[in-house]
């Protein structure tokens, strides 16, 4: 059973940066989701997919995973570019979209 750890990015209805500092440990899946007759409801007989751990830093999160013998992998968080905006660039006759 792997694991990843990664930094969780921010929803995209979400203008903040909440909660997108702390590293991630959860588990791949190893089975597949099944739908369950009855209710509808999505199930899985695996129970570490809802196991999900939070570390302060990336290291804490591979020395937890090095110290349990965990396999894992690390995704690294995508560089997040900020443009600067002026609200009168909305107004000139030539800009770009």
């Not at 959860?26 to 209710?39: C, G, H, I, K, W």
């Amino acid at each position: 059973m792997t694991a990843r750890i990664f930094q969780p990015s921010r929803g995209t209805t979400q203008s903040g940066l909440g909660k997108t500092h702390e590293w991630i440990l959860e588990y791949e899946p190893a089975t597949q989701r099944t739908l369950e007759p009855l209710m509808g409801w999505t199930s899985a007989a695996d129970t570490l997919n809802q196991i999900r751990l939070r570390f302060a830093t990336r290291e804490e999160a591979v020395a937890y995973a090095d110290s349990n013998g965990i396999a894992f992998s690390v995704q690294e968080p995508a560089i997040r570019q900020v443009r600067p905006r002026n609200y009168t660039d909305r107004f000139r006759p030539l800009r770009n979209h």
